[in-house]
């Protein structure tokens, strides 16, 4: 008899602490599965510590295969519920598609960015939920605060100077509390030109900071946070974003090229589609944390509605600590109804107290109930993160004793761009990457910068580029930095270092006959000329109109998926020769006989591709390339190779030019 097969939906608090207790009750008495779109459990309250600087990314990153003995995990993202076939079907990071067949399925998969309908909010803020979001935010500031350390104008050193962080709850106090303390350090090191320091500026439309929180907390943190400089505005919000700044409730316009969107979580969008009852956005089951009229299924975390039994007629609230211990209670009910545990149990807990990390020796807590701050409140607070943490924990200390003793590393890696980061996404702890299908999106198609910020370069996901501006993301061409084509405050030119490259540059989008593009006609793996052998003869040729498709052309026969990728976009790149031009638009040079060590010229018939034509036949057209690796000796029949430069586009001579050509 086949064992049961549980699969679990998502690897937060909620299904990684399901996870590790179906792996202990079980005993290899059911199949466990864990789905989830990364391969690392995210501790998120220490995430604000890793955009400062404190923390390595890696730090809060707790290996799934390493930490769940017993336990299958499949990377994926789930996109659909079979409930009667009792099946997940799944998108894996490279594309593919996939079925889990289960006989009990916990759905822990978790939150993901709220937002509120204000425009330009979509377009021009990051939120902050997951690694990606805080790798980039940590490089945006350092950029920034460099950037206005160069800058001879006040007001727009003032403008990069100011970063404004939406939402005063628990994430938005800590990053506008972090950020403040690290943007200071890096001008005490390398003071700005103008004498100006960095501005943090929290809003919110409550009436006062950390609303969840006791009163007396509350106005502990607003005191630590105005100390620092932290401009706290309560009762306003955003009323409209712009490349260049935002526009506030209260009518006060605010330049800057950073925004910050913490004002909330909902819950995963993929719940919505199982067309059973719902609260607010979350699943409803009941106190035993199982669906109503559908034994199989449970539901625990953030997407789950939770009935409060401490506090009846309420619903358990949308927090790490509840998740946490859903988790296990689940667990423990799953592995009862399977008949290999104990008795289902309902979920009670009562709040043990909450902590905020402010940076430094400060923090606000009321652990047991009891308020604290100041350095007691601090150190409370990280015991209570290193006790919670499920790994990590010797790390985590010792980046907290060096960061004590030695300065931050203010560096940049450009590892995550803007539009790798969009705030209207379904999946939110895994970056955009080019050639990945846009699996997360859950709104517009173009990505979601900050004011100032570029959208996605073209011929990468999700869109065109907005113009570059005076802002923080680098524009389509400096490296890093802003600039206009060639000048200063515009647009770059298309094939300047760092920017968008131009068609047949490295990176971008090649020119029809470049390696990894669409090959002109006449090309190695692309449709012939005509008049070549296996394309369309050319007028008054003889031999009728063949097929225009090659045997072996990638992609020549159709995609056999729709997420199927041809070998094109693994070639490698063309590389430049120096002082030539690197411009796709310009014409190449005419073919010209070369004595080049990489290229050897033989009478008759082949190219090193492996291509023949018939004696006699016209040459093709072809675009000049650089030297490629001398490789096995070329077959004889070499035809006349073509000048050694740089690639450049493929003339044609068959009907009008197309983009590309000249």
């Known amino acids: 008899m086949s064992r049961p097969r549980i699969v679990i939906v998502g690897a937060g608090f909620a299904g990684y602490r399901t996870a590790r ?38 730090r809060v990153s707790v290996s799934l295969s390493g930490t769940l003995p017993r336990v299958r995990l ?88 100011t970063f404004v962080v939406v939402g005063a709850g628990y994430t938005g ?53 105005r100390q620092r400089g932290v401009d706290v505005r309560m009762g306003t919000s955003v009323k409209e974003a712009t490349h260049d700044g935002v526009l506030l409730t209260d009518g ?33 089951v009941d106190p035993h944390l199982q669906v109503p009229g559908r034994p199989e299924l449970f539901a625990c975390g953030d997407v789950a509605a939770v009935p409060d039994l401490t506090k009846p007629g309420q619903y358990t609230p949308m927090t790490a600590q509840h998740a946490w211990r859903h988790g296990k209670v689940c667990a423990e009910n799953v592995a009862a109804s399977l008949g290999i545990g104990g008795q289902r149990r309902a979920y009670r807990h009562r709040d043990m107290g909450f902590v905020v990390d402010l940076g430094g020796a400060k923090a606000a807590a009321n652990p047991l109930g009891v308020p604290m701050s100041g350095p007691a409140a601090g150190a409370v607070t990280r015991g209570y ?18 960061d004590a003793v030695l300065p931050r590393q203010a560096v940049q890696l450009g590892l995550v761009r803007s539009w790798s980061v969009p705030l209207e996404s379904a999946s939110p702890e895994v970056a955009r990457v080019p050639g990945r299908p846009d699996a997360g999106s859950a709104g517009s198609a173009g990505s979601a910068g900050g004011p100032g910020r570029t959208e996605p370069a073209e011929g990468r996901p999700s869109g065109e580029p907005a113009k570059a501006r005076p802002g923080e993301e680098p524009a389509k061409s400096q490296p890093d ?31 029809k006959g470049q390696p990894g593009g669409e090959p002109a006609k006449g090309q190695p793996g692309g449709e012939p000329a005509k008049g070549q052998p296996g394309g369309e003869p050319a007028k008054a040729q003889p031999g009728g109109e063949p097929a225009r498709k090659h045997p072996g052309r990638p992609g020549a026969d159709g995609a056999s998926g729709k997420r199927h990728r041809t070998s094109e976009s693994t070639r490698p790149r063309p590389a430049h020769a120096p002082g030539t031009s690197r411009k796709a638009a310009e014409p190449s040079a005419a073919p010209k006989p070369s004595t080049g060590a990489r290229r050897s010229e033989a009478p008759g018939g082949t190219r090193s591709s492996g291509r023949t034509r018939s004696p006699g036949a016209p040459a093709p057209t072809r675009s000049a390339g650089p030297p490629a690796d001398p490789g096995p000796e070329p077959p004889p ?21 197309v983009e590309g050509d000249s």
């Open 21 to 58: 207790t179906l792996s202990r009750l079980t005993r290899h008495q059911a199949d466990i599965v864990l789905l989830n779109p990364t391969d690392y459990f995210l501790y998120l309250p220490l995430l604000p510590q890793v955009a400062a600087g404190i923390l390595e990314p890696r």
């Open 637 to 657: 029949n070499q035809p006349p190779p073509g000048p050694d430069i740089a690639p450049g586009p493929v003339k044609r001579t068959d009907g009008p030019a």
């Open 74 to 161: 499949v990377l994926g993202e789930a996109d659909g519920i079979d409930l009667d076939g009792r099946t997940v079907h799944y998108t894996d990071p490279e594309g593919g598609e996939g079925t889990l067949r289960y006989d009990r399925l916990v759905l822990a998969a978790g939150s993901v960015n709220k937002l509120l309908p204000i425009p330009g909010v979509a377009e021009h803020a990051h939120g902050f939920r997951g690694l990606p979001e805080a790798l980039y935010l940590r490089d945006h500031v350092t950029r920034q605060v460099e950037l206005a350390a160069a800058a001879d104008d006040r007001a727009e050193c003032a403008a990069r100077c």
């Open 481 to 511: 930095g802003e600039s206009g084509k060639s000048q200063p405050g515009g647009e770059p030119a298309k094939s300047q270092p760092g920017g968008e490259p131009a068609k047949s540059q490295p990176g971008g989008e090649p020119a």
């Open 252 to 284: 006060t316009t605010v330049d800057t090229r950073t925004l910050v969107w913490c004002v909330g979580v909902r819950p995963d969008p993929l719940v919505e589609s199982l067309g059973l009852p719902m609260e607010r956005g979350r699943l409803l």
């Open 385 to 402: 993160h290193l006790a919670a943490m499920p790994g990590n924990r010797v790390r985590v200390a010792a980046d907290w004793l060096l």
């Open 173 to 225: 106090t800590e990053v506008a509390a972090h950020g403040q303390m690290y943007t200071d350090a890096q001008v005490r090191r390398h003071p700005m030109r103008t004498g100006m320091r960095p501005r943090w500026m929290l809003l919110d439309v409550a009436e006062r900071v950390l609303p969840e929180m006791d009163e007396r907390l509350s106005r502990t943190a607003e005191r630590v946070l």
